[in-house]
């Protein structure tokens, strides 16, 4: 089974051509960020990648996290994985030098996330979580709380972890029951939290755990929830590890994919209570939870992007491989299984489908750097309603895509996809709990229809909207070889906008009298503005190419296959906007038709 092997070139081609890495670079506090320096950085974590965890990948899945005696043990290698991972910088490549960070932009940290989850999507996790966690410090906890943890979790010393769920609440966070005991300067905590990533193992020395509970007398709901920082062991005044808090991991959860990922049910308080302390306000902690899970739900968007190229690699190598039947074309002898047009459909299908995901992923990612740091305060605003309106997009188009690609590339091995050994089952597996973590599809389409639609009018999606067709014009005056390519391009996303622009008309609309209707179709219209805006993306892709491929300037044979990609998702994926329209604006009456009794 091959290793994974980072897509540099095409990573550093949307760095620099679709996402902006120049502006980005020309950001207050971002003027190291050079493309020498990310090139750099690039080929760094790649050799990481694919010397360090993909090797463990394969293993980590056989022999899992496990249990023993009450504690949590990690696959082997993972530890000595970690300990690397950390002394390389990694962990807190994002985050201010002043707290142990690099300082880089969040452009630069996304292609590296994307190859930590490609090469090793249990392992990627851990770092992950701590990256939730230290967020959520930075948005709301106080000056000594900061001074006091993030240095530590900042240098992947401490970990951390989020515990929303418990077993009677699921995503309903107003039905949680965790208390929360006033006791001094602190707190004592109540409660089981499930599916905690990365709740308890044995990389690092402490666990930070920010946890939600009621303190007694909250108001009821999800006003009355507040969050606090609960460390697996207590730590003394001087920074020393003291007593171990009264909190364990109960077991580990027997899971469909990611069997290297510890996925914790946690008691806290069975004995005088687990000690934590506020972070924020009382009955604040839901709203800083929101806000730190939006950071969490662009890093999964990641994970089906990694999970879609990982998947891809295999079955490209495999079609290159297997001998199988003879070429249509002619001649006696059994041939690579990708010369066959069907292979190479699938082949396709996959190439666009994660070249889609990476460009609009790493746009986003580049507008996130400058709502946080752009000097003008106005164009701040416009790159945050960028970001609110796409996160949901990014998490939950690009986590079903990944995982349409997972399943393309089970397809593509035939019967030695359905056996482990291959590795194309493994991704499969993995993949599927991207659409579920951190809310499901359907949740992100209910807040990209009801949060970021329906209440600005869809004033931020109609300039998006405005901004596809400015592009859809450009490729149409594009002259020279590429000229026919891009003119189907043009052509097909002239149409697709023209859809998504209808059918935003028609749900708001309807929202103002049939609320119920216009929701019904929510899933389909994540999927149509992610196919949209995913066009949208390989379309400035291919504009890029072209101007380049006419200057002389680049590798021709790269830039030609950008084009051509660009044209068949153009061709094949973004031809469903269509569909989509008519299960959006004509569908929901038989969505809801039937009683509950008939189900």
Wanted: aromatic share 6%.
């Amino acid at each position: 089974m091959s290793e994974y092997s980072a897509p540099i070139a095409d990573m550093q081609f949307v760095l620099e051509h679709v996402a902006g890495l120049a502006d980005v670079n020309a950001l207050p506090g971002m003027e190291d960020a050079s493309a020498d320096l990310v090139a750099e950085i690039l080929a760094q974590s790649a050799r990481f990648s694919s010397e360090v965890l993909s090797p463990l990948n394969r293993p980590g899945d056989l022999e899992g996290s496990r249990l023993e005696q009450g504690v949590v043990k990690t696959p082997r290698g993972f530890r000595e994985a970690y300990r690397q991972f950390t002394e390389g910088g990694w962990n807190g490549l994002q985050f201010d030098p002043a707290i142990g960070g690099q300082g880089l932009p969040r452009l630069v940290g996304t292609p590296l996330m994307e190859m930590w989850n490609s090469a090793n999507l249990s392992f990627s996790l851990c770092p992950l979580l701590t990256t939730g966690a230290i967020e959520a410090l930075l948005l709301r906890g106080s000056a000594a709380q900061q001074a006091f943890y993030l240095p530590r979790m900042v240098s992947g010393e401490w970990t951390g972890t989020m515990n929303l769920t418990e077993p009677q609440a699921g995503s309903d966070l107003g039905l949680l029951k965790t208390r929360a005991v006033a006791h001094g300067d602190h707190y004592r905590l109540f409660g089981q939290k499930i599916f905690i990533t990365y709740g308890d193992h044995d990389l690092a020395e402490n666990i930070i755990h920010m946890v939600l509970a009621r303190i007694d007398g909250a108001p009821p709901g999800v006003r009355g929830i507040s969050l606090f920082i609960v460390p697996k062991i207590l730590v003394n005044a001087d920074g020393s590890l003291g007593e171990r808090n009264d909190l364990r991991c109960l077991s580990l959860e027997h899971k469909l994919g990611i069997h290297a990922s510890p996925t914790a049910i946690m008691q806290y308080g069975e004995r005088e209570g687990a000690i934590g302390w506020l972070v924020g306000e009382e009955n604040r902690g839901l709203e800083t939870m929101f806000i730190m899970m939006n950071a969490a739900r662009f890093a999964v968007g990641v994970e089906g992007l990694g999970m879609g190229e990982r998947a891809y690699q295999r079955a490209r190598d495999y079609a290159r491989e297997r001998i199988q039947s003879r070429d249509l074309s002619g001649g006696g002898e059994s041939v690579p299984i990708i010369r066959h047009p069907d292979v190479r459909r699938m082949l396709m299908d996959m190439k666009s489908r994660v070249e889609a995901m990476r460009a609009l992923a790493y746009v986003v990612a580049a507008a996130l750097d400058r709502a946080h740091l752009h000097p003008d305060a106005d164009e701040r605003a416009r790159s945050q309603a960028f970001v609110d309106l796409m996160i949901p997009v990014v998490k939950g188009w690009s986590t079903e895509t990944g995982q349409e690609v997972a399943s393309i590339a089970v397809q593509v091995h035939g019967g030695m996809g359905f056996i482990e050994e291959t590795g194309a089952a493994q991704y499969y597996r993995d993949a599927r709990i991207t659409t579920i973590y951190e809310g499901t599809t359907g949740i992100q389409a209910n807040d990209l229809l009801g949060r970021k639609l329906l209440r600005d009018g869809a004033l931020t999606l109609r300039g998006v909207i405005a901004q596809i067709g400015e592009c859809v014009g450009a490729l149409a005056l594009i002259e020279g070889e590429s000229c026919g390519h891009c003119t189907v391009i043009s052509r097909e996303l002239g149409v697709a906008v023209s859809h998504l622009s209808t059918t935003v008309d028609w749900l708001i609309a309807t929202a103002a009298s049939d609320l119920r209707s216009a929701y019904a179709g929510a899933v389909p219209l994540l999927h149509l503005v992610g196919l949209v805006c995913g066009a949208w993306q390989l379309g400035r892709s291919a504009r890029a190419a072209a101007g380049l491929l006419a200057a002389g300037d680049g590798d021709a044979e790269f830039l030609r296959a950008k084009i051509t990609t660009a044209r068949y998702f153009a061709e094949h994926a973004l031809t469903r906007s269509a569909s989509l329209q008519v299960e959006i604006c004509r569908g929901a009456e038989s969505v809801l038709a039937l009683p509950e009794s008939a189900f």
